[in-house]
């Protein structure tokens, strides 16, 4: 008797090592689609660095890139966290959806940000500023080209006209 039990408790604990290294194997085959946009972004941006599972900040935490978490089809699975207060946030999808990259307010000397530094060109979709500044928005790196729209002191757009969306490359506030 005490063979057999001793048997089946030696099948089971196999049994247990096999699912536990089966389930390793299936994670390590199946990659996280924001882990691997994450990489790719660390790769482009050295001075970048990963502070959660779905953020990059460069600057101490003055610049935070969001990651809209996706499935491993790369379908967005959440919807992006609104704006924090003394920030000013710009979404890559209309209705503050998608990816996000948000400013702290003391970044507002009238500096220039050029928004491809943060992986954020050409992509806004709407925008929230929650600071008391005003910040505006140009189509061309380095503050160049038009200004394409201000963003006013504790508001936000849900939508960008047509011949503005997507093409953001500068911003300063003042």
Known sequence: M????????ATVAGGIALLATSGAAA????PDATQQKIDKLLAQHPDAIQTSR??????????VLTLARTNIEGVQTADAAPCPDGRFCLYAD??????SVSFRDRLCDNRIINLPSFNFNDITSSWANNTDFDVDVWSDVGAGGPRLF????LTESSGLPKNI??????LNCF
């Open 150 to 153: 201000q963003m006013f002191t």
């Open 2 to 9: 005490k063979r057999i039990l001793a048997a089946m408790l």
């Open 54 to 63: 779905n953020t990059v900040s460069w600057q101490q935490g003055d610049v």
């Open 165 to 170: 969306n997507d093409r953001a490359s500068s």
């Open 27 to 30: 994670v390590a085959i199946s």
């Open 94 to 99: 209309a209705n503050f959806g998608g990816d």
